[in-house]
């Protein structure tokens, strides 16, 4: 329950900013209102792992009020926030406002789908647990789809899977689908051999992993090409169709089609009322606070600011947590009378997982790639992974499939349909009457 005579401080999403900057601020005589529209916080870093079936929800999500359980001065609400009244300051949900003296706003981004939206349902995005079990439905339906279609005699269709965007998440989901495909469901099928599957890789601009030192872009380009995906760089999609990805007059028909481009802030940062990027990301002051209001910050993706030399932060679980708890130690900084402390970023490195035992990674100078680029992934996402249980499962998950190949959530659950196989049935037998006629 909140007491009304302590400072209350309201934080909108627990995603990795907001609750590390709740935990911060829990040791002060504070009330702490923590607010986030689902009820669990997602490791989003693990996200492709669910997304390809290889772990289930549960094992990288864990409830919000059992995290902060214990906590006594930090309430948890579902909610969605949907405006502010930064005169009054209260935050406005659907159907109640919360008043605050601090506000901090965690509540993260989105993809962008360079403002076609009707892509969205074509081509979906991942970022949230149920983005990953969308497209695990998408990925395991198009097999299923292909092995009855050709059990029944019916013509081949193109079994490809493009994923648009090379950055990590892009970078991720090929290597594993590619994997998947080459080995995890090699064996499992009569009619289809899933080793056939193109993973195409659609990047826009000159190179993968356009943030990561060029040559760690190179050597991610020859893992993911060893894996069997294709890479196709300065490819610039301009249209996404049911079963057809456009790269101006080129057409690439494809089973499943998967966006990993584009990043848009979440709308909050427009209604604080402050200038905000080409992303919508909030331009705060060095102190993380929003121009004209001392008492609002704005951290993680939502946040926009430059390190000393002048380089955009990137929008990375560590940004998120340092800004999170930055923003606690000034608020706590001002209840002692003391003058706020500007940001620093301390970057400990950017690390990218591409398949099984490939990755890549980048401390300083230090260029890593293949298998130690992948277990340092391993052991420093697990470490962050929230939850001992979760941790152990994690682990024994990926021992177990690192040697067996097995996946272990392959599960198909939802609609049966996919939005491309009508028409690549169509195409097919369109193609396969067409050729026919011209051998008569
Ligand atoms: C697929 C994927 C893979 C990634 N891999 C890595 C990686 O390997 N390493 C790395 O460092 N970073 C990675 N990132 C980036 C990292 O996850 C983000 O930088 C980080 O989560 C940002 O933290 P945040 O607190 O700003 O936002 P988030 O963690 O996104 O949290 C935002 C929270 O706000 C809530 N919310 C949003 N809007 C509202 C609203 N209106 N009302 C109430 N609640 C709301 C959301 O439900 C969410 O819980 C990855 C991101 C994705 C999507």
Same mark, same amino acid.
């Given at each position: 329950m909140a007491t009304e005579h302590k400072l209350r401080i309201v934080i909108i999403g627990a995603g990795f900013g907001g609750l590390y900057a709740a935990r911060k601020l829990a040791h002060l005589p504070v009330q702490?209102?923590?607010?986030?529209?689902?009820?669990?916080?997602?490791?989003? @870093? &693990? &996200?492709?792992? +669910?997304?390809?079936?290889?772990? %289930? $929800?549960?094992?990288?999500?864990? $409830?919000?009020?059992w995290i902060v359980r214990g906590q006594r001065n930090i309430e948890v609400l579902l909610g969605e926030v949907r405006d502010f009244d930064l005169e009054n300051r209260r935050v406005k949900l659907a159907d109640v406002e919360l008043p605050y003296n601090y506000l901090i706003v965690a509540a993260g981004a989105s993809h962008a789908y360079f403002g076609h939206d009707e892509w969205e349902p074509l081509a979906p995005g991942l970022k949230t647990i149920e983005d990953a079990l969308e497209i695990r439905r998408r990925v395991l339906l198009a097999f299923e789809l292909a092995e009855r279609q050709a059990?029944?005699?019916? @013509?081949?269709l193109p079994l490809n899977f493009v994923i648009v965007g090379g950055g990590p998440t892009g970078v991720e989901l090929a290597g594993t689908l590619a994997e998947i495909s080459r080995? +995890? &469901?090699?064996?499992?099928?009569? %009619?289809?051999?899933?080793k056939n599957t193109r993973i195409i890789l659609l990047e826009g601009g000159p190179r993968v992993l356009p943030s990561y030192a060029e040559v760690l872009s190179r050597s991610a380009e020859e893992q993911l090409r060893q894996l069997g995906v294709e890479v196709h760089t300065s490819a610039m999609v301009t249209k996404v169709e049911p079963a057809d990805v456009w790269m101006g007059d080129t057409r690439l028909p494809a089973a499943v089609i998967l966006w990993a481009a584009g990043v848009a802030a979440s709308p909050l940062g427009k209604k604080l009322g402050a200038s905000v990027d080409r992303a919508g990301r909030v331009l705060v002051n060095p102190?993380? %606070?929003? @121009?004209?209001?001392?008492?609002?910050? +704005?951290?993680?993706? &939502? !946040? !926009?600011?430059?390190?000393?030399?002048?380089k955009m932060l990137p929008g990375v679980a560590p940004v998120a947590i340092q800004e999170g708890a930055a923003a606690a130690r000034n608020i706590e900084r001002d209840l002692h009378g003391k003058p706020r402390e500007n940001f620093h970023y301390f970057d400990k490195g950017s690390l990218a997982t591409i398949g099984r035992a490939a990755g890549v990674a980048q401390f300083g100078t230090l260029h890593i790639s293949g298998f130690i680029a992948w277990l340092s992934w391993l052991f420093i996402h697990i470490f962050f992974l929230i939850g001992f249980r979760n941790r152990?499962? +994690?682990?024994?998950?990926w021992a177990w499939s690192y040697f067996t190949y097995e996946r272990g959530a392959r599960l198909i659950t939802g609609d049966q349909r996919l939005p491309s196989w009508e028409e690549l049935q169509h195409e097919a037998q369109t193609s396969t009457v067409q050729s026919r006629q011209r051998v008569s």
């Open positions: 702490i209102t923590l607010i986030d529209r689902k009820n669990h916080h997602t490791f989003q @870093p &693990l &996200l492709y792992q +669910v997304a390809t079936a290889g772990l %289930s $929800p549960g094992e990288i999500a864990a $409830p919000i009020r059990a029944a005699g019916g @013509p081949a080995q +995890v &469901l090699a064996n499992e099928f009569q %009619s289809i051999d899933p102190d993380l %606070s929003v @121009p004209e209001h001392p008492e609002i910050f +704005v951290i993680g993706d &939502l !946040a !926009a600011l430059k390190d000393e030399h002048g152990i499962i +994690v682990l024994v998950q």
